[in-house]
């Protein structure tokens, strides 16, 4: 039951950090798709790129291997963890670390490819002038 628990509560934190994080930087990534695009087809990217940071998010926050540990059977080398308040505290800590992790990969591959394709409508832009 606890395990339930504990994959819930990393679920939920995963997810929050995540949505933070989505709607800090929704406004600035329309606005580079907008620029970049120009056509109405940026909103489409621009739900795709939030989808894919809730992907990113999420999957990078729950650490599934290191839940599976907990329910995995006893053998030999194999020392279960005990699920106390220390443990609880340090697995919402990395949730939260390794969700802003991903998403801080995640956002700078964007902001970078962002800027090359910037580059290009710049000078294209430029050319035509």
């Known amino acids: 039951m606890e395990f339930i628990l504990l994959l819930t509560v990393s679920l939920l934190v995963a997810i929050c950090v995540t949505t933070i994080i989505v709607l800090f930087f929704r406004k600035h990534v329309d606005k580079i798709l907008g620029r ?6 940026s909103s489409a990217w621009g739900k795709f790129i ?3 940071l809730y992907v990113i998010g999420i999957s990078s926050g729950v650490n599934v291997w290191r ?11 194999i020392v279960k963890p005990i699920l106390n308040a220390e443990y609880w505290g340090l697995t919402i800590y990395r949730t939260i670390i390794d969700t802003l992790g991903g998403m801080a990969w995640a956002l700078f591959l964007f902001f970078v490819v962002a800027l090359i394709a910037f580059v290009i409508v710049k000078k294209k832009e430029t050319k035509q002038t």
Do not use: M, S, V
Request: glycine share 10%; aromatic share 4%.
């Open 36 to 41: 970049i695009i120009q056509d109405e087809i």
């Open 50 to 52: 939030t989808f894919a």
């Open 67 to 77: 839940l599976e540990k907990i329910i995995a059977p006893e053998g030999e080398g």
